[in-house]
């Protein structure tokens, strides 16, 4: 299975609207629930008035499109990393899995997957 890094810094954030988000921006994901409403962006796209934010995280996708019929492939490439002491903060698409890990922690991420047999690209 091949991971692709995702070359800029990441922002996990809470914001008080949608309106607050720019829709044009090539690379975000919102999550709302009846308690919040999340954002997860490049650094430099965040919204200047958030509720709470933080900064500092790098992500990598699993490349390809993955079917829903797939079982344990998130978990297992956790797992490897919580092995490793190792937080992740994870978002899904239809297509694929994406997972952050803070910057500091990034390229021993990426290791420790390529040493559990992930191929990481690029």
Known sequence: MELKPLDYQLTVCKVGSLR???????????????EELSLVCRTEH???????REDGWRGFR??????????????????????EGIGVFAVSTYNTDYILVKEERFTEALEALG???????G
Do not use: M, R
């Open 20 to 34: 607050d988000i720019s829709l044009d921006d090539d690379f975000f994901f919102i999550g709302k629930t009846d």
């Open 46 to 52: 965040a919204p200047q008035h958030t509720a709470e």
């Open 62 to 83: 699993i490349e390809g499109v993955l079917d829903f019929s797939l079982i344990g492939i998130l978990s297992k490439l956790t797992a490897v990393l919580a092995e």
């Open 115 to 121: 040493n559990a047999g992930y191929t990481v690209a």
